[in-house]
C-alpha cells in the first residue's frame, strides 16, 4: 500500500505518494528527477548512490524513501549554487579526478561529508574514508589530490 | 606554436560530472515508456524445453513477455563475424539462447512492464523447464570427448586451432645455446564498468525507424547487429555519457539491444533497460582466461633468438568472440624486441561460463605476461640479470620507424631510454642495497621491472592473418570522422565521429582544434550525444581499440585544417587581402601589424550565414568542414597477404614499469610498496587526461594482479556477482601510481601523438608477477599464476600446493 | 534490485512494534538501520511480507554507563560508538571495532543491535560482543531478558531471537586497565573478515594475564569464543612462545569454512596469526 511521505531534498519539501519498497535512490532518481544520484551495484557496495542524509554521508539505495520521510537530503545537485561549483567540485575538475563521471556525484558526496567532519585529512585519511566509493576509471590518484587541494581551499576559505 | 596542445587546459566534461548533470541512459526518460528485466539461465548448460509466460502475463502492467520462440521467429542470427571466421561451420548465434542455454545468466528472454518492481515480479513467474547438461568448466576436461558439446554443430568443444609462425622457429632453436620454458597462466576478469549495460528502445512501426540509446562503445556493432537481427534499414544509435566502457561494452550488449528493440516493437512503447550489477558480473563479459606454455630460444650472452607459445583460452559459452585475444596479441607480439622468429598457437575452448570480452588491452597483457616472464625466466636460467636481458634484445630508438617480422612497423619509441631513466627514478642500486638490508633482517622485499609496448589505432583487417579462410577483408585500416562548424556567433561546435566513455574526447579535441583555428578551448562545444544519424562515422568509430589518438584527433585535425582556410579565405575577401597576410588571433583574424585589417569569427559567421553579397561567388557558404581521416602510413600491410604480416595497429606507445613490493611472510599479503613508469605516448595532447588513463590502467593491472577475479564453482556457477566478491579496490587498497613522461613523438600522426587508453594494464600484471617472485627469490619459488593472492603466496612459500581445484 | 513487495509498519514504542510482529510472525522482518537488510532483500533473498521499522522508537539510541558498565542502545550507529568519548575512555575495545565495519556511510545508518541480531558470521561486532562478555538484552512478549553472548549466537544468521523479539541494547564492562583490540584480516578495507579477532587481557600488578577473553568471527558458521586458546593464556606471563603457542589453539574443534576468500586450511593459519597480532596489538597499547 502506498504512502504519503514528506521529504526535503536540497532545501525544498518534496510530497509524494510511494510504494514502501522504493528505494531512496530511484526516489531522487525517478520520483523527482534528480538523476545526478547514480546507480552502480545491487548490494550498496559501491557509493555511487552516496547522499547527505540528515548531514551525514549515506548510501541512498540502501534506504527505503518511507524511512526519509521528514528527514533532510543533500544530492549533488544541492552543492553548487546558481552554476557557482562549490570548493570540493571546483578542485574535482582542476584535478581531473573522474574520467566518465559515474563515480562522481558519490565521490564528490564522500569527500564533501569528509572535509566537513575533518577539515585537514592526511592521505591515509582520505583513502580510508572513500573506501564505500569504487571508481574503474581513476586508480584514484587525481581524486585524492583532488580532496587534499579542497581541503586547502576550504581553510582559506 | 602550439597553445593548448601540451598544457594543462580546463575540463570541459568536468563540470556537468561534478554538478550531476551528465547525461546517462538511465537519465532519459521517454513518454509511455516501460521497464524492462532479462530473464535469463540459472544453469550453466542446459536444454531449454519450455517457457510459459502465461501467469506472468496476468497482471495487466505487464506488457508483454519475449520467450526463445519470440526470439527465433522474429529475429535472424548474428552472422560469426571476424573472430569466428575460421569455424569449421557456421553458427547461429540469436540475441538469446533458443534451444540450449551455454552460461548461467545467458539470456533466453525479456518482460516489459509498467515499472521496474512490477517487472522483477513478473520474472519470477515465468515457468521455464530446462533439461540440465553436464557443466564444462574446466578447459582441459571441456576437450576430452566425454564431456558435453556446447555446441552439437561443432561436436567437440575445442572450437577452433590456429597458428602462425614469422621467421625460421626451426632453426632459432637448433641454434641456441639453451631453451627456456615455462608454463603460464591468466585468470578470468574485467574492468567492470561501475555503469552496467543499459538500453532504451522506441519504434515507430509505420515509419518502420528504430530508435535506441545504449551504452556502446562501438556503434557499428549495435547498427549492424539491429540490421541484421532485426531486418532493418533505418536504425538510429544515440550514445549518451557512458559510465565506462573498458570493452565490455562492445559486442555482448548488441544481444540485450536487440531484446529491448523486441519488446519496443511488441508492445508499440518505449522500453528502457537497466542492468544489474549482478547480471553484469555473471554475463556482461570477462577477459579470457588463458593458460600458456611457453618457449624461448636463447643464447648464452642472452639474446633471445625465437619464442614459441602455445594457449588454451577459455573463452566461455559463445562463438562470437572466439579468438579475440589469440589474434589481438598480434598487436604485441614482438614486445619491445627484435627476436627474429615467433611461433604462436592458439586454441579457443568453449566452457560453459560467461563469454569472452575484449576487456581493456585484450590478449595484449597476457603477451606482455608471456615476454616479461620469459625474460626474467631467461636470466634465472643463465644467471644474468634480467635488465641486462632485457637490454641485449630491445629494439634501439635509431632503428625507429622498426618493422617487425609479424608485420607491425613501430614508428617510434626509445625503449633503452625508458628504461634507463626508470631505474634512474627509483635509485635503483639503492633498491637493491636495500633489499638485502631487508632480507637480512627477514622482510620479504621484492623489485619487478618490466617494459611493454602499447598499440594503439585499430587495423580492421587484422584478423584475416590467422585465418586464411578469409577472402574478403570484413573492414581495412580505420576510418572515421569529424565536423567543425563555425557558428553565427563566432563559437565552434565540434561533432565528433566516436562515442567516448570518459576520455575527455570534448577537452582535448578543442585544444587542438583551438590551436589550429587560433581560437581559445572555452570558444568550442561538442555536440553530445554521439548520434548516427549525425556524426561523420566509420568502421574506426569506436571507443576502443586505443583508436581515439590517431582517427578522431586525425579526423579534428583534419577538419580544423580545411576550416581554417575558409576562414582565411572569407575574412580575405572581406578585408581585402590575400589570405597569405592574414593570421588567427584570440578568433580574430588580422593582418599583423595592421590594427584597422581584422575581423572576428562573429562578424565572420554572421556573412557566412547571412549575407550572400559578402561571400565570393567561388566560395560555398556557411563555414563548417568535414574530414574522414584514414592514416596515410597504413600500407604496407594494411591487409596481410600470404606471408600472414599484417599491420596488426598502427602507433605504439611504450611504458617501462617498476614495481617494488613487500610480503609479509605470515599471510602471503604483498603490500605494494611503489609503483612508478616511465610511459612514452608520444605528443601528450593534455596531461591531466595522459595521466588519468595512466594511473587508471595501471591501478587496475595491479588489482588484477594481486587477487581481483571471477570464479566459477565446479557446476558452472558464478560466485563472484558482487564488487566484494569479484575484489573490486577502492582508493584504500589502491597504490599511488606515479607517472613520468618521456615521449618519443610518432612521425606518422598528425601532432606525432599515440595512445594512451589501454596503457598500463597490458605490463603491470607482469610486473606485480615480477616483483613478488623476486620479493620470495630466498625461497625458490616461481610466480607463473594469476591472481597473486595472499593464499597463493602462502602456499607457494610453504611449497603447500592445494590439493584440488576447487574453483575455475 | 526492486525488493518483493512488503507492508510498511514504524511504530513509535516497543509494544506496538513487539505487537505488530507477534501478528505477523511467519514472514516479518525488523529493520534497523537495514544496511544487512536491505542487499539481502534487493537480491531478493529474503522476501518479508512485512517489515517493521523500530527507527523512529525513542529511547533506543542512548549511550550510558550503569554501575561497571555501559549500556549501548540498540539503535546507536556503528558511527557514534567509533566516534563515542566515553567508550574510547571506558571500553574503547567498541570504538577500535566499529572503526572496522564496513565503510562511513554503512557506519552512518549500521546499527549495533541490528548487526548483531543479524548474527553474520563474518560481522564485527558478534567477536567484540564475545571479548567482552557482553549481555544482550531483549523484548518480546513476554517482557525483558538479558541474553548472556555466549548463548545468543546459534549458527549462520541465527541468534535465539524469537520472530516476535527485538534486540534493545547491549551491555559491556568498562574495561579499565585490560589491554583490548581488535584485528582484521579482510581483503578489502570494506570488506567482511576473512579472519576477525578481538581480544581483552586482564594483566595484572605482576604482569601475568589473570584472563584472557577472545571472540573470533569470519572463520565458523558463527562467531565463537576459542576456549583452549583462553585457558592455555590465564594465569600466565605473555611471552612470545605462549602467544603463539595459544594462538595454534584458536581454531582446535571449529568447522573452519571454506570460500572464494580462503580454504579452511588457509583460513585456519590466517586465524592463528590473527590470534597472535591481536594479543600483541593489545599489550602494546
Given at each position: ?41 545491487v ?115 | ?37 532479462i530473464l535469463r539461465s540459472p544453469h550453466a548448460h542446459a536444454k531449454i524445453l519450455s517457457v ?15 520467450t526463445p520462440?519470440?526470439v527465433k521467429?522474429?529475429?535472424?542470427p548474428f552472422k560469426p563475424g571476424r573472430y569466428a571466421a575460421g569455424l569449421k561451420r557456421p553458427i547461429d548465434e540469436y540475441a538469446g539462447a533458443v534451444d540450449k542455454v551455454r552460461y548461467v545468466g545467458e539470456p533466453i528472454g ?17 515457468q521455464v523447464e530446462y533439461e540440465p547438461l553436464r557443466p564444462n568448466v574446466d578447459v582441459h576436461e571441456a576437450i576430452k570427448p566425454s564431456s558435453a558439446a556446447l555446441f552439437d554443430e561443432l561436436g567437440t568443444n575445442l572450437a577452433w586451432t590456429g597458428s602462425l609462425q614469422?621467421?625460421?622457429i626451426?632453426?632459432?632453436f ?5 631453451v627456456v620454458t615455462e608454463k603460464l597462466k591468466i585468470h578470468r576478469y574485467s574492468s567492470t564498468p561501475?555503469?552496467p549495460f ?23 556493432v ?24 573498458f570493452g565490455q561494452k562492445i559486442h555482448l550488449i548488441r544481444k540485450y539491444?536487440?531484446l ?15 542492468e544489474d550489477r549482478s547480471e553484469h558480473m555473471m554475463a556482461g563479459g570477462h577477459a579470457c582466461a588463458q593458460e600458456v606454455e611457453a618457449e624461448a630460444a ?8 625465437g619464442l614459441k607459445f602455445k594457449e588454451y583460452d577459455d573463452v566461455g559459452g559463445s562463438i562470437s568472440t572466439l579468438t579475440i585475444h589469440f589474434t589481438n596479441k598480434l598487436n604485441n607480439l614482438?614486445n ?6 615467433i611461433y604462436m598457437e592458439g586454441h579457443a575452448v568453449v566452457t560453459n561460463k560467461c563469454p569472452v570480452i575484449p576487456n581493456r588491452g585484450i590478449g595484449k597483457p597476457g603477451m606482455c605476461f608471456i615476454w616479461e616472464r620469459m625474460m626474467d625466466r631467461v636470466?634465472q636460467a ?80 587484422r584478423d584475416?592473418a590467422i585465418f586464411p579462410e578469409m ?173 600472414r ?22 599471510t602471503g599479503s604483498v ?29 587496475h593491472g595491479i588489482a588484477v594482479a594481486l587477487g581481483e577475479g571471477f570464479m566459477y564453482s565446479p557446476e558452472g556457477q558464478p560466485l563472484t556477482i558482487t564488487y566484494l566478491d569479484y575484489g573490486k579496490c ?28 589501454e596503457?598500463?594494464a597490458i605490463p603491470s600484471p607482469a610486473a606485480i608477477a615480477s616483483?613478488v617472485e623476486?620479493?620470495l627469490?630466498?625461497f625458490g619459488v616461481k610466480v607463473c599464476e594469476l591472481p597473486i593472492t595472499p593464499e597463493a603466496v602462502w602456499r607457494l612459500l610453504n611449497h603447500n600446493p592445494e590439493k584440488e581445484r576447487r574453483t575455475f | ?42 537480491m531478493?533473498l ?76 563474518a ?33 549462520l ?30 581483503p578489502r578495507?570494506?570488506g567482511f573478515?576473512v ?24 572463520v565458523?558458521d ?33 568447522e573452519v569454512i571454506e570460500d572464494i576468500n580462503g580454504s579452511s586450511e588457509y583460513r585456519a593459519h590466517l ?15
Open positions: 500500500m502506498k504512502q504519503t511521505i514528506g521529504v526535503t531534498v536540497n532545501g525544498r519539501l518534496y510530497e509524494e505518494e510511494v510504494e514502501p519498497r522504493i528505494l531512496l535512490s530511484h526516489f531522487l532518481r525517478e520520483t523527482i528527477g534528480l538523476t545526478g544520484t547514480h546507480i552502480g551495484c548490494i550498496g557496495e559501491c557509493g555511487a548512490c552516496s547522499v547527505l542524509l540528515d548531514g551525514k554521508v549515506v548510501k541512498s539505495c540502501l534506504h527505503f524513501a518511507v524511512q526519509a520521510d521528514g528527514r533532510e537530503i543533500t544530492t549533488i545537485e544541492g552543492l553548487a549554487k546558481d552554476g557557482q561549483l562549490n570548493p570540493v567540485q571546483e578542485a574535482f575538475v582542476k584535478n581531473y579526478a573522474f574520467q566518465c563521471g559515474y563515480c562522481t556525484p558519490g565521490m564528490v558526496m564522500t569527500s564533501q561529508a569528509l572535509l566537513q567532519k575533518n577539515p585537514n585529512p592526511s592521505e591515509e585519511e582520505i583513502r580510508k574514508a572513500l573506501a564505500g566509493n569504487l571508481c574503474m576509471c581513476t586508480g584514484y590518484v587525481q581524486i585524492v589530490d583532488a580532496v587534499k587541494e579542497a581541503a586547502k581551499g576550504m581553510k582559506n576559505g | 606554436m602550439a597553445k593548448f596542445v601540451g598544457n594543462r587546459s580546463r575540463s570541459k566534461e568536468g563540470p556537468r560530472h561534478v554538478t550531476g548533470r551528465g547525461l546517462f541512459t538511465d537519465d532519459f526518460q521517454l513518454p509511455g515508456m516501460l521497464q524492462a528485466m510459459d509466460p502465461s501467469e506472468a502475463l496476468i497482471n495487466p502492467n505487464v506488457f508483454a513477455v519475449i520462440d519470440d521467429k522474429l529475429t535472424k525479456a518482460v516489459a512492464a509498467k515499472d521496474r518492481g512490477t517487472a522483477e515480479d513478473a520474472l519470477e513467474l515465468i614469422y621467421g625460421d626451426d632453426a632459432a637448433k641454434s641456441a645455446d639453451r561501475l555503469e543499459n538500453v532504451i528502445a522506441s519504434y515507430d512501426a509505420a515509419s518502420k525507424r528504430l530508435t535506441v540509446w545504449v551504452t556502446a562503445q562501438v556503434p557499428e549495435i547498427y549492424d547487429g539491429l540490421r541484421e537481427a532485426l531486418d532493418l534499414q533505418d536504425v538510429r544509435v544515440i550514445i549518451p555519457d557512458v559510465g565506462g566502457g539491444v536487440v529491448v528493440s523486441l519488446l519496443a516493437m511488441k508492445t508499440g512503447r518505449p522500453v528502457k533497460w537497466i636463447v643464447k648464452n650472452d642472452g639474446t633471445v633468438l614482438s619491445t624486441y627484435k627476436t627474429p622468429a636470466a643463465l644467471n644474468l640479470s634480467s635488465i641486462e636481458v632485457r637490454r641485449k634484445n630491445l629494439i634501439q630508438a635509431n632503428e625507429m620507424p622498426y618493422s617487425t617480422i609479424s608485420g607491425n612497423i613501430y614508428d617510434s619509441g626509445d625503449y633503452p631510454g625508458l628504461l634507463k631513466t626508470l631505474l634512474e627514478k627509483i635509485d635503483y642500486d639503492k633498491l637493491r642495497e636495500e633489499q638485502k638490508k631487508a632480507r637480512e633482517q627477514g622482510k620479504l622485499m621484492g623489485i619487478g621491472i618490466v617494459i611493454g609496448v602499447e598499440p594503439g589505432g585499430r587495423n580492421a583487417a584475416m577472402k574478403e577483408p570484413p573492414g581495412s585500416g580505420g576510418v572515421n570522422g569529424a565536423k567543425i562548424k563555425l557558428e553565427k556567433n563566432g563559437t565552434l561546435m565540434l561533432h565528433l565521429g566516436s562515442p567516448n566513455c570518459g576520455q575527455a574526447h570534448e577537452t582535448t579535441t578543442a585544444q587542438v582544434a583551438a590551436d589550429i583555428l587560433g581560437s581559445t578551448p572555452d570558444r568550442f562545444s561538442t555536440s553530445i550525444p554521439f548520434d548516427s544519424d549525425l556524426s561523420s562515422w566509420g568502421v574506426a568509430a569506436a571507443n576502443s581499440g586505443n583508436n581515439f589518438h590517431l582517427y578522431d584527433i586525425g579526423a579534428i585535425h583534419g577538419a580544423a585544417t580545411k576550416l581554417r582556410d575558409k576562414i582565411l579565405k572569407l575574412a580575405a575577401f572581406n578585408l581585402k587581402v590575400e589570405p597569405s597576410e592574414l593570421t588567427i588571433e584570440d578568433s580574430v583574424v588580422k593582418v599583423p601589424g595592421a590594427a584597422a585589417k581584422q575581423i572576428t569569427f562573429a562578424e565572420l559567421g554572421r556573412i557566412a550565414y547571412n549575407n550572400q553579397h559578402l561571400i565570393p561567388d567561388d566560395m560555398e557558404a556557411g563555414l563548417e568542414a568535414t574530414h574522414y581521416y584514414t592514416f596515410p602510413f597504413a600500407k604496407p600491410n594494411i591487409v596481410p597477404g600470404a606471408d604480416k599484417v599491420r596488426a595497429q598502427f602507433t605504439f606507445s611504450a611504458g617501462a614499469h617498476a614495481a617494488i613490493v613487500e610480503v609479509d611472510k605470515n603490500h605494494v610498496l611503489r609503483y612508478l613508469i616511465v610511459g612514452d605516448n608520444g605528443t601528450v595532447i593534455n596531461p591531466d587526461v595522459v595521466n588519468g588513463q595512466v594511473y587508471g590502467s595501471a591501478a577502492s582508493a584504500a587498497e589502491t597504490p599511488r601510481v606515479e607517472a613520468v613522461h618521456q615521449p618519443s613523438p610518432s612521425p606518422f600522426t598528425s601532432l606525432g601523438q599515440k595512445a594512451a587508453g596503457g598500463a616483483a623476486d620479493a627469490q630466498p | 534490485m526492486i525488493p518483493g513487495s512488503f507492508e510498511y509498519f514504524a511504530p513509535r514504542s516497543l509494544p506496538d512494534a513487539v505487537k505488530f510482529l507477534s501478528e505477523h510472525k511467519d514472514d516479518v522482518k525488523i529493520l534497523s538501520g537495514g544496511q544487512s537488510l536491505l542487499p539481502l532483500m534487493k531478493r529474503s522476501k518479508p511480507a512485512y517489515i517493521v521499522d523500530i527507527g523512529r522508537i525513542p529511547g533506543l539510541d542512548t549511550i550510558t554507563q550503569d554501575g561497571n558498565n555501559l549500556i549501548v542502545g540498540a539503535l546507536v550507529t556503528h558511527e557514534r560508538i567509533e566516534y563515542s568519548d566515553l567508550l574510547k575512555a571506558r571500553c574503547p575495545l567498541l570504538p577500535q571495532t566499529a572503526t572496522t565495519i564496513a565503510d562511513v556511510q554503512v557506519r552512518n545508518r549500521g546499527t549495533f543491535g541490528g548487526s548483531v541480531a543479524h548474527a553474520d558470521p560481522g564485527d561486532w558478534p567477536a567484540a560482543v564475545i571479548a567482552l562478555d557482553a549481555e544482550i538484552k531483549v523484548f518480546g512478549p513476554s517482557g525483558e531478558r538479558w541474553v548472556k553472548c555466549d548463548d545468543f549466537f546459534l549458527g544468521l541465527m541468534s535465539v531471537l524469537e520472530p516476535d523479539e527485538i534486540v534493545t541494547a547491549i551491555k559491556v564492562p568498562i574495561t579499565g586497565s585490560d589491554k583490548t583490540s581488535y584485528q582484521k584480516a579482510a578495507s570494506s573478515a579472519t576477525g579477532v578481538a581480544v581483552r587481557l586482564a594483566i595484572d600488578a605482576a604482569g601475568t594475564c589473570s584472563r584472557a577473553a577472545i571472540g573470533i568471527t569470519g565458523a558463527k562467531a565463537y569464543r576459542p576456549e583452549r586458546t583462553e585457558q592455555i593464556l590465564a594465569g600466565k606471563k605473555l611471552d612470545g612462545n605462549l602467544i603463539e603457542q595459544a594462538a595454534m589453539e584458536s581454531t582446535r574443534n571449529v586465524t592463528h596469526v590473527y590470534v597472535a597480532r591481536a594479543i600483541e596489538e593489545a599489550l602494546s597499547r
